[in-house]
């Protein structure tokens, strides 16, 4: 990320102009490694979601010790689905960079934590999202179906994982062209590691509205 930049340093010089000085949400922030390494894009503001309490307690240290100030970031405590009419769900809070909705067990301490749509998120914050980075370990699919209005309304740049289940590798562009007009699409590979495993690791899907570029 601190060379890729989530596939923004692969984008045209016009896309880091679009999104300067204006809200991003860190979709699966970990310990705020996205947030530090993201300020290079200049954001007004960064909403940063992540599930784990013990992943938030690294987070704070981390830009702390970074000189990231207080006002330039949010911390957004619940995990991303595709509606608000779901009861609050109990995981195992391992603090690991591959937690995720989909771990139901384990031997860490268990947390219940509220169930929340990306379109819910934004509204109840007030912010406008010109930047969105997702990478929530296999709930890509859930982030695209619980954000219709935002990317409608906000035609926020994208760098979306889609590389953990088949779900997201072959669901979510064809939804996103479904739910956007005009917007150019790019899949990368963000990592080079092709042993042991890796070679379909750090896949991304990158889209931003083509009226940027003219």
């Known amino acids: ?6 596939g923004l340093s692969l984008l045209p ?22 947030a530090i390494a993201l300020k290079e ?3 007004k ?8 309490q013990k992943s938030i307690e690294k987070y704070k240290i981390n830009l702390a010790g970074n000189n990231i100030t207080a006002d330039k970031f949010e911390i957004i405590n619940v995990c991303i689905t595709s509606s608000n009419d779901i009861t609050p769900v109990k995981i195992a809070d391992t603090g690991s960079s591959g937690l995720s909705l989909l771990r139901k067990s384990g031997k860490y ?14 509204d109840e914050y ?21 954000a219709k209005e935002t990317f409608i ?3 926020p740049v994208l760098s979306i994982a889609i ?40 896949v991304v899907l990158l889209g931003y509205p083509k009226e940027i570029i003219g």
């Open 163 to 202: 590389y953990h289940n088949p779900y997201e590798f072959f669901e979510v562009k064809p939804l996103l062209e479904k739910l956007l007009d005009n917007y150019i699409f790019l899949i990368r590979k963000l990592s080079t590691g092709v042993k042991n495993n890796l070679c379909h690791s750090e």
């Open 41 to 43: 894009y200049k954001y």
């Open 109 to 122: 301490d268990e947390i219940l934590i509220e169930q929340r749509s990306i379109d819910h998120i934004v």
């Open 153 to 155: 309304r906000f035609r």
């Open 13 to 34: 010089d016009a896309i880091a102009k679009y999104i300067e000085n204006q809200d991003f949400i860190d979709a699966g922030a970990f310990i705020g490694d996205s």
């Open 45 to 52: 503001k960064i909403y940063s979601i992540e599930l784990s």
């Open 126 to 146: 007030k912010m406008s999202p010109r930047f969105i980075k997702v990478d929530i370990e296999g709930n890509g699919l859930e982030f695209v179906k619980g």
């Open 1 to 6: 990320m601190f060379y890729y930049y989530h």
